[in-house]
């Protein structure tokens, strides 16, 4: 039996892949800290400006998140074979089965792995084209916080969230869905790389992942 | 100036002085040159003065309160003089059947002319039978004279978005006069009360400039609630250098640090009050160690409670007593975590018995 070397991921996919990652920890944290300063609270004459710096450092990785959406938007249209968005949804007999077989196979029922599909298994590509979309709701909500005087942020944020404090209320709760996405991912990722020895980990550092083929 | 205002200002405790103090505090808040205050004088003493039919619904009249007893006089007595109050049932002198008489009058004789102030919501559930006055609902009077209005100005936040009435769960269906009327020009002051001057401003813009200011699109005219509190606030240094009262009475409350992590809503409000300030006398809310409660947005009594912490308190179906929204957040991370665990350890215990599965182990 022999290993085939596939290049699957973009340089574009694999860009967006860190950005969303190294975005998503500065922004919990920076964020965090915005909630609820837990710095030493009584310093005066450090001119330090911790709040200064944490919104500074919250808005650029805000930035980078923000372009990081855009291009999984791109690569959802543009992308290679395995990065297009209908290669990921339950919309054809080949997904819906490879939905059904992944579901079992999360819940241990079968063995089953789908040789002929090295992209995201259907129940990864729904949830990142779910998390792509909250990640959008994230960005309204954040930037109707950051310019709520201009115009157009105003009635945006206005028309989806109502008021200020709410747009601050869902962008909190939505930070929680991150932080779980985040969890749920990694422990998939590694349990699906254990199981299936096709590289799955480094193909987001290196781009190929590999199938194997007997040798008659 | 052109104008000898005393002239025409009956009232011997407004004299000119004060009055001009007034127009140029009105121009201040308003935000315009000081070359139009002597427009702003004129338009003010004009001899038609604009009537002004004043009507109370589900309200607690605080916001004809802080009107009538700003301390500052000038203001308090430029309302009374400069608009003509045809109808206003806490100080107009006619009751009973005179008091409607007059109503009505005014609506005949100035259809169309005159300006309607909404203190207070409007009860619409089982036809608006909570709020009635004269034997007929506010839903009633409303439609009645909306429509032969020139502009009405909905005063207080509940006339603009329903107030405390409104409140979840809204026993009578409360709402602000936006979402009944339209066709006639619809301006609110929000406020819990709002700042008379604010009040002053918009009125005198209009007789100043025959149309409303220009309002932000939840009906809330720029010139007052433009700009966000944290951002005109005294204590916006503290914040920025990380400096906050922990709780009140602390280290940091005495030393005037920012109120954010005692749940200061200024972040989240739009309104006048680090500038104009309140009673003559220079203070607001934050200025004496309280926090904004965030009283000129929409359904701030369900969205800007609990008072003392950042944001609303969450509800999940079927997990009672955790309302913090980061004890939600952290026990939905616990639970997800520990079904991480049992998966883990489901797949563990299956392959001590069957073996991998794995491709490579045939």
């Known amino acids: 039996m022999i290993y085939e070397k596939h290049y699957v991921w973009s340089i574009l996919l694999r860009l967006y892949h860190w950005a969303m990652a190294g975005s998503i920890v500065a922004l919990s944290v920076t964020g965090f800290y915005i909630f609820s300063p837990w710095t030493l609270t009584n310093l005066e004459g450090t001119g330090l400006f911790p709040m200064m710096t944490m919104r500074y450092i919250h808005i650029l990785a805000a930035y980078l998140f923000t372009g990081a959406i855009v291009a999984r938007c791109f690569l959802f249209i543009f992308g290679n074979r395995q990065e297009r968005v209908w290669d990921v949804l339950p919309i054809s007999a080949r997904n819906i089965k490879n939905l059904i077989d992944t579901l079992g196979a999360y819940m241990y029922l079968t063995d089953h792995h789908d040789e002929d599909r090295l992209g995201h298994n259907v129940l990864a590509g729904m949830t990142y084209v779910t998390t792509i979309f909250v990640g959008f709701i994230q960005i309204i909500a954040g930037f109707y916080l950051w310019l709520p005087e201009s115009a157009f942020w105003q009635q945006f944020g206005n028309a989806i969230f109502g008021t200020q404090q709410y747009g601050r209320f869902i962008h909190h709760i939505l930070m929680w869905y991150f932080i779980l996405f985040a969890m749920v991912h990694i422990y998939l990722v590694i349990w699906n790389d254990l199981k299936n020895p096709d590289g799955l980990v480094s193909s987001i550092f290196t781009g190929n992942k590999f199938r194997h083929r007997e040798v008659k | 100036m052109t104008d000898t205002p005393e002239s025409k200002i009956p009232d011997p405790q407004l004299n000119r002085r004060s009055f001009l103090k007034g127009c140029t505090a009105v121009a201040a808040a308003l935000g315009i040159s000081e070359a139009m205050i002597p427009k702003l004088v004129e338009a003010a003493t004009t001899a038609q003065r604009p009537p002004v039919v004043w009507l109370h619904f589900q309200e607690c009249t605080g916001c004809t309160e802080s009107l009538l007893r700003a301390s500052h006089p000038d203001i308090a007595r430029l309302i009374l003089d400069v608009i003509s109050l045809d109808y206003h049932e806490t100080i107009m002198a006619p009751s009973g059947h005179q008091a409607e008489k007059s109503l009505h009058d005014t609506l005949d004789k100035y259809a169309g002319k005159f300006l309607c102030v909404v203190e207070g ?152 009050c680090p500038s104009a300030r309140f009673n003559d006398v220079d203070v607001w809310p934050v200025s004496v160690g309280h926090g904004c409660v965030g009283c000129t947005e929409p359904n701030f009594w369900d969205t800007m409670t609990p008072f003392y912490e950042r944001l609303p308190n969450v509800n999940i179906p079927g997990i009672a007593g955790i309302t913090n929204i980061d004890k939600a957040g952290k026990t939905i991370l616990g639970v997800a975590a520990a079904a991480v665990g049992i998966h883990a350890a489901v797949g563990i215990g299956k392959k001590m018995v069957k073996g991998c599965g794995c491709k490579d182990d045939k």
């Open chain 2, 121 to 272: 919501a409007i009860p619409t559930k089982d036809k608006g039978i909570y709020c009635k006055i004269a034997g007929r609902t506010a839903m009633d009077i409303l439609a009645e004279v909306a429509p032969k209005a020139a502009a009405i100005i909905a005063i207080g936040s509940c006339a603009a978005y329903g107030g405390i009435q409104a409140a979840s769960p809204n026993p009578t269906g409360a709402v602000g006069v936006q979402d009944l009327v339209s066709g006639t020009p619809v301006i609110n002051i929000p406020g819990c009360p709002p700042n008379p001057i604010s009040f002053m401003g918009t009125v005198l813009h209009y007789l100043t400039f025959k149309r409303l200011p220009v309002c932000d699109n939840l009906g809330r005219p720029l010139f007052a609630y433009g700009r966000r509190i944290h951002d005109h606030c005294e204590r916006r240094a503290h914040f920025d250098e990380g400096r906050f009262a922990e709780q009140f009475g602390d280290y940091g409350h005495r030393n005037g640090y920012c109120l954010y992590k005692v749940g200061c809503k200024g972040p989240s409000t739009f309104s006048n």
